[in-house]
């Protein structure tokens, strides 16, 4: 697994995805790398892979745009089969590598799976909207929460 090309102007990149948290690795998947940036370094961060030729995938959104609070906000750039998931955010990268962490240790191979953990610690989403409404309301170990 080699680091993918994406500059200097970043304090830290990891290898994240199903390539490092399942057991077997799939290889017929993209590999994820999540990159921690300074904030005052991103704009030139993002400029920088774009013209190495990464693509913006989702939306490269402006701050004065973006309606997730700072801690949440992260953009995404495709080149080939590596994907880089950038930040600016130490909570959210923080935050990510926990998600992966758990991913790992509980080698969870169903990718839905995966993704129902990663919205619950990134964003303390509801993975499981069936369950959370049959859970009857006079249940002790939600009245002990």
């Not at 989702?58 to 495709?78: H, K, M, V």
């Not at 089969?81 to 992966?100: G, Y």
Request: proline share 6%.
């Amino acid at each position: 697994m080699n680091t993918p090309n994406i500059g200097s102007l970043h304090k830290r990149i990891t290898a994240v995805g199903s390539r490092v948290t399942c057991d077997p690795p799939p290889q017929d998947t993209d590999q994820d790398w999540l990159v921690l940036v300074d904030e005052k370094d991103f704009d030139g961060f993002a400029k920088s892979l774009i013209e190495q030729g990464w693509a913006v995938g989702g939306s490269l959104i402006p701050n004065d745009a973006n309606y997730l609070p700072p801690n949440q906000r992260f953009n995404s750039f495709t080149l080939g089969v590596d994907n880089v998931i950038a930040t600016a955010s130490k909570e959210f990268h923080d935050r990510f590598l926990s998600a992966s962490a758990m991913a790992k240790r509980l080698n969870l191979l169903k990718k839905e799976d995966r993704i129902a953990l990663f919205q619950s610690v990134l964003y303390a989403t509801v993975c499981d909207q069936a369950f959370i409404e049959s859970t009857p309301l006079n249940d002790p170990f939600l009245e002990a929460a």
